[in-house]
């Protein structure tokens, strides 16, 4: 018997939980109960797919079974040719988002899209350290010569990513020309990779895990950096938001319309045009449109716009069976499939966006950046004509939200710090730090897992990293985590050890608000850039590289590829980055040694050339302790009072 409450820390999941139950219906939290026990070889990383001689499936214990495949492939070849594949599918869908949004702003920039540059300032510093003339350029004019200069880092057969060049610290660019790491064009990058692990070519697997670090560097600067920076030109910077998290924001009185995937093109759209029709859901009879979030496209809307967010990742499947969403509009990364069988169950329309992602069982009304007001409209639209279809006697929404804050981006914390010192805006931090006032920050990013209680690592995780004064930066379906468990707002500040409080009330206090929130949310996915962002500002001002900074990446709950190629990109960058669900290594000793052992273990570490490596641990506290202990240890390299 599988208890919700085992399921879910979030008692609005489990309540919808125990109405799917009783309905019938199926969730990714029950299918993940029914895929158990997994198989070792793919837990494990040694089944190998590659060719029609096989698949293959070798040891994963080192000693019993059969030691090659049927071309001679060892443990360590197919583990690490494995994970390339795998650091490749987590990279590919960020570098298709950043390509989108380059295309975006170009065809805004011409006149042939429908958006605006919101972000004048953004662009303007984004022109000048391309090296582009600036001043008394239009606007429009800077903003396609810089969606061309990032076109390049896709069509270039040589040089350097220019948003490599754009955002990296100069010895860290130093250090990986070293290593013969730095990508060129993105593209190129990734058929090279995919080159490399395709049956019968690359089988050298330290040569495989330095494509691995290299596709680390692809996803960071050609996939974070490029999407953020070029989504904060066409919307604008985040600044601080006050919002309310968990299912309780779906509303039973309004036309109710989830937002779920990445691209806030599409988001924004319908954002959009939910205001713009606003009196249609009145004349129904509704109070009117409520746009509701979730996964990243929540964080999106919630960073820019302050729109609430109904739950993460692993419950996406529970906000349709709430029975009062009129549309779930959905774009790319983080869709379940069996959505669309749920949302048969209801009148919800599920609607695909991209021309290029198709869900079965959808509707499709495509976006593309010149028909976007169209796609808008019509989704709005359709989402109007299915409210009064709407099963009143299936309607069940958990009452509860939470308060939280957000919008932390790199400008907004510099302007938050400015009421401190206006002149030096990241003294008084860094003082923080160097005093043990702060003793040092930790990312909590990525997603939730079904193989996991929901929420509850990455919450445990923060509040042990919080009693021992280290500040949390969040992002993706974690922050929801930490949302939804009021660690997103000042109220959080109960967790925190008094050294960090105090700093925290010091910040707010001179801001007018009570505290800053113990962890400041800073967005996407691939917002994980302001986290990168931050973290270069305070290498800079305090002269030292980002690998000797005493801070550290952890993503509890990981359950994409994605959040293991950010990991890499963190791990390229000298962060440690701990995860909470293995990666599918262990059966190398080799492959796992390079990623996760200290210092002289093995001829090749990450920890070594890098300066940061992959913990894994599924225990929460001991997980933050293991962080607490590294960052003390950077702590003590820099002379820091420890
Ligand atoms: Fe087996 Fe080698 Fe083919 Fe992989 S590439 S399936 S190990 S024969
Ligand atoms: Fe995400």
Redesign the pocket.
Known sequence: QILVTDLSLDTGVQELLVKAEQEGIDTAFQRAREQEPHCKFGLTGVC????L????RITFNGNKGVKR???G?TADQ?VARNLLSLIVEGATPHVEHAREVLHTLLETAEGKAPYEIKGKEKLISIGKKLGLTVDGVELDKLAQEVALTALQDFQQQSGVSHWLRLRAQDQAIEAWEKLNLLPSNAHLEIANAINKTA?GCESDPVSLLLAVMKMGLVEGYDGLHLSTDLQDVIFGTPRLVKTQYRMGVIKEDYVNIAVHGHIPMVSEKVLEWSRKLNNQAIALGAKGINIVGVCCSANELLMRQGVSVATNYASQELAIITGALEAMVVDAQCIMPGLAQVAECYHTELISTLPNIKVEGASYVDWTPEEADKMGEEIVRRALAHYPERDQSKVRIPADTTEAYAGFSVEQIVELLAALNEADPLLPLIEAVAKGDILGVVAIVGCTNPKVKQDWANTEVAKELLRNNVLIVASGCSAHSLGKNGLLSPDGLQYCGEKLANVLRAIGKANGLPALPPALHMGSCVDNSRIDDLLVALGNRMGVAVRQLPVAGSSPENHSPKALSIGTFFIAQGVDVHIGVDAPITGSPLVEQALTADKGEFPVTTDELFGGKLIYEEDPIQAAQTMVARIIQKRKALGLVC
């Open positions: 190998c797919r590659r060719c001689q096989g698949p293959c495949g049927v071309c492939a197919i049956m």
